[in-house]
């Protein structure tokens, strides 16, 4: 089912005119029915009753008029429904979740953003979930207020027309942080789009899938094993021959920007010894990526781990627990690894170091042993893959302060 997408804010902003229109209508012809009928029938002008025995004709219009009007309520409603309802095909799904008190969107190539950004003129269905008490996913500028609720999805769609930011907020009350749940929607050019998918997740980049992912591994080998192209193995500051295109050979060192163009299959000659067989991807890697697989050509190291900070920020663990002191819902992360907690544990009070094994047991099974003095809110995250774990414990390591 395709429908003119305008439509369905136009269709919702109908059926709502109407039917505030026509109560508005019908309150002003009953007022001034109202103070007309005053004014005519008081006892001066009227000092006598008439008496009445029925109308039919009144009665066939008080009951036809007020059918035509819901009917035409029911038509307006039932359009506005379908438009809302009806997901164009070909729709891009993103996961939207919500919990206490932010939101998270989950793209189909797995990337996940803290604010939803969509290309402008191509529909977006949204399938929502909620991980802990029912919220609403509330975007006025799409006419979207739709239920999330834990262990069930719900869905929606909208389709922008224009670049833009819109407002996302929670129309559910869901606690104390409830007025923070914001975020936004932002829509912008397709290309831009397709430029900000492709960019580096938060998570970091792992240069040595990325060779896998482009196809390199096809033709260079990572353990010095001869193949199609030169090994990987030891390349970096290796001395390579090139031969340029006129025959001169030179030779070069593999530092960074060597390999920045070699990895393109830019390099400007064709190492001696070889077939020129090296495709050429110019512009057609994203920079985070080809920096993620010079470095791992240079270091060996798959990627810096994911970036702590910004997944504390994803996964709402800011949302209630502050990094300045301040106490949320939860203890301030200032502080508190390398420290030492209060936890109850089978109604005893128990004092535990904040340590690496503590803070994977909270991420594992906060409830084990919750800490003392806080409202048992903190939900479990058994999604996290272990380096994200190892992430955050590093960025609550560096929220330790001076020595920790
Ligand atoms: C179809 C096989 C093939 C694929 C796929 C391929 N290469 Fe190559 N590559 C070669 C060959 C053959 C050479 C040597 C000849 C030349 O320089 O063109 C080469 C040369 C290179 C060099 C220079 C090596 C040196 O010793 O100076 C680098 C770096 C390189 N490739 C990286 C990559 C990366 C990164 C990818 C994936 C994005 C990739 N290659 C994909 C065949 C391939
Ligand atoms: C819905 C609010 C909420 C969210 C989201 C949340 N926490 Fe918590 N967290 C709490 C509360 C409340 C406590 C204390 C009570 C308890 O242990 O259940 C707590 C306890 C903790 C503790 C133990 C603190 C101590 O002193 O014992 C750690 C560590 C922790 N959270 C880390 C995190 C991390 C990391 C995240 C994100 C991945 C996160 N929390 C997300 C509410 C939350
Ligand atoms: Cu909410």
Known sequence: MTIPVENVVVSVDRTFVFIFGSSALILVLIACALVYFVWKYDRKRHPVPAEFDGNLTAEIIWTVLPTILVMAMFAYGWSSFTALRGVPEGAMTVKVTARMWSWSFEYPDGKKSKELVVPVGAPVKLLLTSTD??????APAFRIKMDTVPGMTTYAWFQPEKEGVHDIFCSVYCGL??????????????????????????????????????????????????????????????GTILVAPDGKES???????????AVQGDKGGVVKGFDPLMPVFTGQIPEPELNAMVRFLL?????????GAALAEREGCLGCHSIDGSALVGPTFKGLFGGKTTVVQHGHDQQVLVDQDYVLEVLADPQKRPTKGYEPMMPAYPNLSPEEKQALVQYLKSLAGAGQ
């Open 251 to 261: 030779t070069v060192t593999a530092d960074e920007a060597y390999l920045l163009k």
């Open 133 to 138: 008490v029912i919220h609403g996913f509330f």
């Open 177 to 238: 942080h409830h007025a923070n749940m914001l975020t936004h929607i932002r829509a912008v050019t397709p290309e831009a789009f397709a430029a900000w998918l492709a960019e580096a997740p938060a998570a970091g980049l792992d240069g040595r899938a990325l060779l896998d992912k482009y196809g390199c591994l096809g033709c260079h080998s990572l353990d010095g094993a001869a193949s199609m192209g030169p090994t990987f193995k030891d390349i970096k500051g290796r």
């Open 299 to 307: 270091t060996g190291e798959a990627a810096a781990g994911p970036d």
